[in-house]
């Protein structure tokens, strides 16, 4: 069993602390600035691998400097990176993280390689060696978002893989026009509450998860954060609470339950205790800095389960 993410990729650049006043001044002193990868689709890929999956990427990376960073962190975990395109039109997207001393972050985002990104890059043949198709960074691969990527979510299903897809924020304001094409095709869309309420303009999950699936979406999942995680299907509806852990930096705690989940879905567990190994690898994640530091192998996640105490409990 395995999963194929697909989508964005970024390299990171994280600096912390800052405060409001910081880019006001002419200089701040910090006491880190470092390099990750990053990037939604990159970080659910790693994070899946730290979990003791097979995976495999399928991307964009321009012919440079962080793109060779990226490739060689991706090997490194044991990633196939077969898939990933090497293109000479622009540089790797990189993103600078500005990290508050209360674990809020800033992004200032620079698309590059992931706005040539289309589904050509998409090699179909290698859809046949997993199990799970997921594409991460919506609305941030202009060219791939909406009909490429409904045209891999169909070519996925036919050929039996389950489907899952998360979002990113839509700078363009058009958010269910551009998604709806793939939501028909999806077994799981994981994305925020924050990112619903602007994709459906309904505040409730129980609304959304009813917009949701009514355009064919077979199980909601949504992220709220401290609140937890809403979760919805045709015979089952729950929230599964979040754990109470010390927050250090809230970067990749999304992904980090995507991944999670994911890898849940892979080996056999049912949609709630998917949700719980999500909601596990994202407090692993926050207790250190950067979207993939902190989160541990599988059965360290699944030993803290029994441990770590839960919100809204």
Same mark, same amino acid.
């Given at each position: 069993?395995?999963? @194929?993410?697909?989508?964005?990729?970024?390299?990171?650049? $994280?600096? #912390?602390?800052?405060?409001?006043?910081?880019?006001?001044?002419?200089?701040? &002193? +910090?006491?880190?600035?470092?390099?990750?990868?990053?990037?939604?689709?990159?970080?659910?890929?790693?994070?899946?691998?730290?979990?003791?999956?097979?995976?495999?990427?399928?991307? /964009? !990376?321009?012919?440079?400097?962080?793109?060779?960073?990226?490739?060689?962190?991706?090997?490194?975990?044991?990633?196939?990176?077969?898939?990933?395109?090497?293109?000479?039109?622009?540089?790797?997207?990189?993103?600078? !993280?500005?990290?508050?001393?209360?674990? &809020?972050?800033?992004?200032?985002?620079?698309?590059?390689?992931?706005?040539?990104?289309?589904?050509?890059?998409?090699?179909?043949?290698? $859809?046949?060696?997993?199990?799970? +198709?997921? *594409?991460?960074?919506?609305?941030?691969?202009?060219?791939?978002?909406?009909?490429?990527?409904?045209? $891999?979510?169909?070519?996925?299903?036919?050929?039996?893989? +389950?489907?899952?897809?998360? *979002?990113?924020?839509?700078?363009?304001?058009?958010?269910?026009?551009?998604?709806?094409?793939?939501?028909?095709?999806?077994?799981?869309?994981?994305?925020?509450?924050?990112?619903?309420?602007?994709?459906?303009?309904?505040? /409730?999950?129980?609304?959304?998860?009813?917009?949701?699936?009514?355009?064919?979406? #077979?199980?909601?999942?949504?992220?709220?954060?401290?609140?937890?995680?809403?979760?919805?299907?045709?015979?089952?509806? #729950?929230?599964?609470?979040?754990? /109470?852990?010390? +927050?250090?930096?809230?970067?990749?705690?999304?992904?980090?339950? !995507?991944?999670?989940? @994911?890898?849940? @879905?892979? /080996?056999?567990?049912?949609?709630?205790?998917? &949700?719980?190994?999500?909601?596990?690898?994202?407090?692993?994640? *926050?207790?250190?800095?950067?979207?993939?530091?902190? *989160?541990?192998?599988?059965?360290?996640?699944?030993?803290?389960?029994?441990?770590?105490? #839960?919100?809204?409990?």
């Amino acid at each position: 069993m395995s999963i @194929l993410c697909a989508g964005q990729l970024v390299f990171d650049i $994280l600096a #912390k602390p800052v405060n409001s006043r910081s880019l006001e001044l002419d200089t701040t &002193a +910090v006491d880190t600035i470092s390099f990750s990868n990053g990037g939604d689709a990159l970080n659910v890929a790693m994070i899946c691998s730290k979990l003791g999956e097979s995976v495999g990427f399928s991307g /964009r !990376v321009g012919n440079d400097d962080k793109g060779k960073f990226l490739l060689e962190k991706m090997s490194a975990a044991g990633m196939q990176i077969d898939g990933v395109k090497i293109g000479e039109e622009s540089d790797t997207s990189s993103v600078i !993280v500005l990290i508050h001393d209360d674990g &809020a972050r800033n992004f200032l985002y620079h698309g590059g390689a992931n706005d040539e990104f289309t589904i050509a890059d998409v090699d179909f043949s290698i $859809l046949e060696d997993y199990s799970i +198709v997921f *594409v991460g960074g919506t609305f941030m691969l202009p060219k791939f978002d909406g009909e490429g990527a409904a045209l $891999l979510f169909k070519q996925a299903q036919g050929l039996g893989k +389950v489907t899952a897809m998360d *979002v990113s924020y839509d700078t363009t304001g058009q958010w269910m026009k551009i998604i709806e094409p793939s939501l028909q095709y999806l077994d799981y869309f994981i994305p925020s509450i924050g990112e619903g309420e602007e994709i459906t303009g309904v505040e /409730r999950p129980e609304e959304m998860a009813e917009i949701f699936m009514r355009k064919g979406v #077979k199980n909601v999942v949504i992220k709220m954060g401290k609140d937890g995680v809403y979760i919805k299907n045709d015979t089952l509806e #729950k929230v599964i609470p979040a754990f /109470r852990v010390e +927050v250090v930096d809230t970067t990749g705690a999304g992904d980090s339950f !995507v991944a999670g989940f @994911l890898t849940g @879905l892979d /080996r056999g567990m049912n949609i709630e205790e998917s &949700a719980e190994l999500g909601q596990a690898a994202a407090a692993h994640c *926050v207790q250190a800095i950067g979207s993939t530091t902190g *989160v541990v192998d599988f059965n360290k996640t699944i030993l803290s389960m029994k441990t770590m105490e #839960k919100r809204n409990e």
